[in-house]
């Protein structure tokens, strides 16, 4: 069975908050074939904010950990990967917030939850100090991370719950909070804000358990 959470009362979209495949407004966008190589423009590249917390907001000591891979500036058209580390065991959700506000899980994606044997709870699951690379080389989904307009600074959000779960349903950031450190705490407490909706015969809806950790990063 495939967990959602939602806000409040409110119900969930029934796709899931996922990042379409050829969707060019989000800031991360998910191929499922090796993207052609687009010429880098000749721009300066976005000054990143540091978000509050240890690490720069990078998760250290909250109980979940992210680095955006290769680096952290990016052009049009280049491929992204994501390393997340569990300091403690859980679900991990990613989403990405572009230089806009627009918010988008990125991972699970539709990709990865597109297995005709069923949903995997499991799949996103860490045991305390694991890691996992997105995406996974040499894993059974294949799909590209590749960064895409709009240029300026977005962010990654790593949410790790104690309950299993696969899809969030979250609202976009303010446009005016986009690419600040202000907007890591929108994330945060929006995400608090959620509740899981009980499948017929569980008890009524309940919180999980969070931690986050967010990482800037520049398209140029």
Same mark, same amino acid.
């Given at each position: 069975?495939?967990?959602?959470?939602?806000?409040?009362?409110?119900?969930?979209?029934?796709?899931?908050? #996922?990042?379409? %495949?050829?969707?060019?407004?989000?800031?991360?966008? *998910?191929?499922?074939? %090796? %993207?052609?190589?687009?010429?880098?423009?000749?721009?300066?590249? &976005?000054?990143?904010?540091?978000? &509050?917390?240890?690490?720069?907001?990078?998760?250290?000591?909250?109980?979940? +950990?992210? @680095?955006?891979?290769?680096? /952290?500036?990016?052009? #049009?058209?280049?491929?992204?990967?994501?390393?997340?580390?569990?300091?403690?065991?859980?679900?991990?959700?990613?989403?990405?917030? @572009?230089?806009?506000?627009?918010?988008?899980?990125?991972? &699970?994606?539709?990709?990865?939850?597109?297995?005709?044997?069923?949903? @995997?709870?499991?799949?996103?699951?860490?045991?305390?100090?694991?890691?996992?690379?997105?995406?996974?080389?040499?894993?059974?989904? $294949?799909?590209?991370?590749? $960064?895409?307009?709009?240029?300026?600074?977005?962010?990654?959000?790593?949410?790790?719950? @104690?309950?299993?779960?696969? *899809?969030?349903?979250?609202?976009?950031? &303010?446009?005016?909070?986009?690419?600040?450190?202000?907007?890591?705490?929108?994330?945060?407490?929006?995400? +608090?804000?959620?509740?899981?909706?009980?499948? /017929?015969?569980?008890?009524?809806?309940?919180?999980?358990?969070?931690?986050?950790?967010?990482?800037?990063?520049?398209? +140029?």
């Amino acid at each position: 069975m495939m967990r959602r959470l939602c806000l409040g009362l409110l119900c969930c979209v029934s796709s899931g908050v #996922l990042a379409e %495949p050829q969707d060019a407004t989000r800031s991360v966008r *998910i191929l499922d074939e %090796p %993207p052609a190589a687009a010429p880098a423009p000749q721009t300066s590249a &976005p000054a990143l904010p540091k978000p &509050p917390g240890k690490g720069g907001g990078s998760g250290a000591g909250s109980g979940v +950990r992210i @680095d955006v891979l290769p680096q /952290e500036e990016f052009a #049009l058209g280049a491929p992204m990967s994501f390393r997340v580390t569990a300091e403690k065991s859980g679900y991990v959700i990613l989403v990405d917030v @572009d230089a806009q506000g627009k918010l988008a899980q990125i991972f &699970p994606n539709m990709v990865t939850l597109a297995d005709p044997a069923g949903v @995997d709870e499991k799949a996103n699951f860490l045991k305390a100090g694991q890691s996992m690379t997105l995406p996974e080389a040499g894993g059974k989904a $294949a799909y590209r991370f590749v $960064a895409s307009p709009p240029t300026g600074v977005g962010m990654v959000v790593a949410i790790l719950s @104690d309950t299993p779960l696969q *899809i969030v349903d979250l609202p976009d950031v &303010p446009a005016a909070l986009a690419g600040q450190a202000e907007a890591v705490d929108f994330v945060k407490d929006s995400t +608090r804000m959620l509740q899981i909706l009980p499948a /017929e015969g569980e008890h009524p809806k309940r919180s999980p358990k969070w931690s986050f950790a967010t990482k800037f990063y520049g398209i +140029r």
